[in-house]
């Protein structure tokens, strides 16, 4: 398993996504772990290294006894960069992950790119909730605090629901080891930041959810967002643990505020053309450009390519699909040989035709699904 040894203690982290990217860095909420980031890491590693850990006291990590601070947790979050060679980075964090971005940008500006500060706060407005908590869970364990914390954890529906996501965060709760848990607890009890808000020059976003009602905007995510010069934010239809309430649009936020947008040029283009269609495929349109045809080429290079397909909203797979159930729709049938063919080279699956296109057959007609799976089953050859 990775873990990496800071000052006697050994913090676990997964670091994945291709080499050479840059470096964003996840920080979890108080009791989770590294696994609440799964549904933005999936995306977000696409495009980026994604570098996840369990702060102290959670998760793999070890859980030494006594009272936390945020500068130690801060100094943790710098040591494992600092293990792994990542000297500048992108920080994201959640509530207690959040209160340590914010010790970052005050103390090692230089080391962050970009900062995303979501459903967390520059102070707690009452500190003696989280004494409470620090003291009930050192004297009864994780039990007492579990469901309280699920319900401000997430919306009604999604309790009422037992939605995954719920059912994971309870299991991780529970299995927290109550002495880190604690120390963290102390950690945000003694929170302080506001008056250094201003200091902040680091292009910062903050995230609130409009269902938070641990740190809601009022009070939290307003009081960060007015307070670090330049901040932009997001609100959503979240509670607390927004990333995993709205895990699609939480990521679209982040993604927006750390990606260079598409620029619509031929040098973005082209190489996303290549990658969906094929080198052979593209190398042989552009052998037969003409005088006629080059601005056409440009164009789709630029557009379709440059424009929509480098948009990072959709994974090449789901737009692969979108393009088969389109093309066999309206019935472009050249289309939609092509985009199978490469598809079925690259991720796409026997069954992912086969679902595609049943719903081609309720939505667009058994004509046209009757097409469509003529030309699949040739493809494959079957």
């Not at 000052?7 to 670091?15: A, N, V």
């Not at 000297?87 to 992950?97: D, M, N, Y």
């Not at 042989?284 to 397909?309: H, K, P, Y």
């Not at 309206?330 to 069954?351: D, K």
Request: aromatic fraction near 8%; include cysteine.
């Amino acid at each position: 398993m990775p873990f990496v040894t800071i000052d006697g203690l050994r913090h676990y982290y997964r670091f994945t996504g291709r080499s050479g990217r840059p470096v964003l860095m996840l920080s979890h909420s108080l009791g989770l772990d590294h696994g609440m980031w799964d549904p933005q890491a999936a995306d977000l590693e696409q495009h980026l290294q994604v570098l996840r850990y369990d702060l102290r006291g959670h998760g793999a990590s070890d859980a030494p006894p006594g009272e936390y601070s945020i500068p130690q947790l801060g100094r943790d979050a710098l040591g494992i960069a600092d293990a792994l060679g990542v000297s500048r980075f992108a920080f994201c964090g959640l509530s207690i992950g959040g209160m340590i971005g914010q010790w970052i940008a005050f103390n090692a500006p230089d080391r962050l790119t970009h900062l995303v500060l979501a459903n967390t706060t520059s102070r707690m407005a009452d500190p003696s909730l989280m004494e409470t908590r620090r003291r009930t869970v050192l004297e009864q364990g994780m039990a007492p605090v579990t469901e309280p914390a699920i319900g401000r954890f997430f919306s009604a529906a999604m309790v009422a629901a037992e939605a995954p996501a719920v059912t994971e965060a309870r299991r991780v709760l529970l299995a927290t080891d109550p002495i880190g848990y604690a120390g963290c607890c102390a950690a945000v009890r003694d929170l302080n930041h506001t008056d250094l808000l201003g200091s902040v020059r680091t292009p910062t976003l903050v995230i609130s959810g409009d269902q938070d009602e641990s740190m809601p905007w009022d009070g939290h995510g307003r009081v960060l967002s007015s307070g670090i010069p330049g901040a932009q934010y997001v609100r959503l239809p979240a509670a607390h643990i927004s990333n995993l309430g709205r895990p699609r649009s939480f990521t679209a936020a982040v993604s927006d505020f750390l990606l260079p947008k598409a620029d619509g040029s031929v040098e973005t283009g082209l190489p996303i053309r290549r990658a969906v269609l094929g080198d052979a495929h593209v190398d042989r349109s552009l052998e037969a450009t003409t005088d006629f045809t080059r601005d056409f080429q440009e164009l789709i290079t630029r557009f379709a390519w440059g424009t929509i397909w480098a948009r990072p909203g959709l994974d090449h797979r789901t737009r692969r699909m979108l393009i088969i159930a389109s093309t066999a729709a309206l019935g472009r049938w050249e289309e939609f040989r092509l985009h199978v063919r490469a598809g079925l080279a690259a991720e796409l699956e026997p069954c992912d035709l086969k679902e595609v296109l049943l719903q081609v057959a309720v939505y667009a007609g058994v004509p046209a699904a009757n097409t469509g799976f003529q030309i699949a089953a040739e493809e494959l050859g079957i």
